[in-house]
């Protein structure tokens, strides 16, 4: 009696599908740090300052900044201040949104303001945010959650205006008091508005929180790459804007990967 061995077909296209998703982002990392190296090693002038920033040198001075403690801490100490001022971005960008999209005659009286302020860089209230706090972490909050409350808030908006009013006059007809409408409907239905929202905000406030960790902090991967700058260590230079990169793309990610959820339940 033969015993019939079942195909792995299965297993090997998987491997296949895994494979061909893995190989287009390698290439291009690949050609990336190719070109790099040839603009830094090979087209460079000899005693040009710009060869510091060739691969050969920058993975090693990661390698070296992690050794002395310095990546770690810095890097855990600019993630805090991202949270920070992303709470405070959401604390009140969430509400102003929710109050906004809510009532047509605050929506049109905040319009033009809120589209005049949201103009504006938020490096531009350095000044004022120092004036305001001094030196110190207070006004790298402040820039951080300038930069991110406007995705926030007019996400929430957004979110609001997409909701069918049919869910709100079921809420009605039931007496639900504005309190309710607000917990069992509105919300739910903006969460995923709400998280697009946090997701683009944390990207602004991300790319605002490394200049403004330049303002006076003696901490923080901003202040880390001045105190290199100062230094001449452009290889130390070039290492923590990798190390930027790298976990502001993370950090991309997991705001990604935040669950939503919609008003039939389905989480996304």
């Given amino acids: 009696m033969s015993t019939a061995v079942r195909p792995k077909s299965g297993i090997r296209t998987s491997s296949r599908s895994a494979v061909a998703r893995i190989w287009p982002p390698a290439l291009a990392v690949i050609l990336t740090v190719g070109l790099w190296w040839t603009a830094t090693t090979v087209l460079s002038p000899e005693h040009s300052l710009l060869r510091r920033t060739a691969p050969q040198h920058v993975f090693p001075a990661i390698a070296d900044l992690y050794q002395r403690g310095v990546l770690v801490s810095d890097a855990g100490i600019s993630l805090w201040r991202l949270l920070i001022g992303l709470a405070i971005a959401t604390v009140i960008g969430v509400p102003m949104g929710l109050l906004i999209g809510l009532s047509t005659r605050i929506e049109q009286a905040a319009s033009p303001v809120v589209q005049f302020l949201r103009m504006i860089s938020p490096l531009s209230w350095t000044p004022i945010a120092i004036a305001l706090f001094g030196i110190g972490n207070q006004p790298v909050y402040f820039l951080v959650a300038a930069a991110a409350v406007w995705p926030i808030m007019l ?114």
């Fill in 155 to 268: 996400n929430t908006v957004s979110g609001v205006h997409a909701i069918d009013r049919g869910f709100l006059d079921v809420a009605r007809s039931f007496h639900a008091t504005r309190a309710e409408q607000l917990r069992v409907v509105i919300i739910p239905a903006v969460r995923d508005h709400i998280r697009t929202g946090l997701r683009l905000g944390l990207g602004t406030a991300w790319i605002v929180l490394v200049p403004a960790e330049m303002l006076g902090v003696r901490s923080g991967l901003g202040y880390q790459i001045l105190n290199a700058r100062d230094q001449l260590a452009y290889d130390q230079v070039v290492a923590i804007i990798l190390v930027i990169g790298v976990l502001g793309s993370a950090v991309d990610f997991l705001a990604s990967r935040l669950p939503g959820r919609s008003l039939n339940g389905r989480t996304a």
